[in-house]
């Protein structure tokens, strides 16, 4: 299934290249330096199975994390609001497979004086049917 993780992260990440709000983001996986910033960062999923009796899938949940600078708080927050509002809708699936649901369960939205940036949390959970091909 990790193949099937991993196409999924890359057409979620396609998809959210696709936004206007985030095309002065960096993608990554980790932390980068504050230089890097803005950084749209996409944490590790959590996969569990899926299935019925005709499909195979998987229900994934993913945080993702929108870092900018200190005093970039509508940035921020219009990039979340962005993705809030396409999510649902969004076209997110690697070839043979079908996503049936996306759901933003959670945002949170703050300033981090630790880091000095302006920060944004969000919980995503895509559920995909992959047919029989598991």
């Known amino acids: 299934m990790s193949a099937v993780l991993n196409d999924l992260k890359t ?3 396609s998809w959210l290249q696709t936004l206007p709000e985030l095309s002065g983001f960096t993608f990554a996986d980790r932390p980068g330096p504050p230089s890097a910033r803005p950084t749209v960062m996409l944490g590790a999923a959590a996969m569990r199975p899926w299935s019925t009796d005709t499909m195979v899938g998987a229900d994934c949940d993913w945080t993702l994390t929108l870092l900018t ?5 509508q940035t921020v927050q219009a990039a979340a609001s962005a993705i809030q509002a396409g999510f649902r809708s969004a076209s997110i699936a690697p070839v043979g497979a079908v996503t049936l ?3 933003v369960t959670s945002v949170t939205i ?4 630790a880091q000095d940036t302006e920060r944004a949390v969000l919980r ?8 029989d091909d598991l």
């Open 110 to 113: 703050d300033h981090d004086s």
């Open 69 to 73: 600078e200190t005093g970039s708080f």
């Open 124 to 131: 995503l959970s895509l559920l995909a049917d992959f047919g």
């Open 11 to 13: 057409a979620l990440v």
């Open 101 to 103: 649901a996306h759901r």
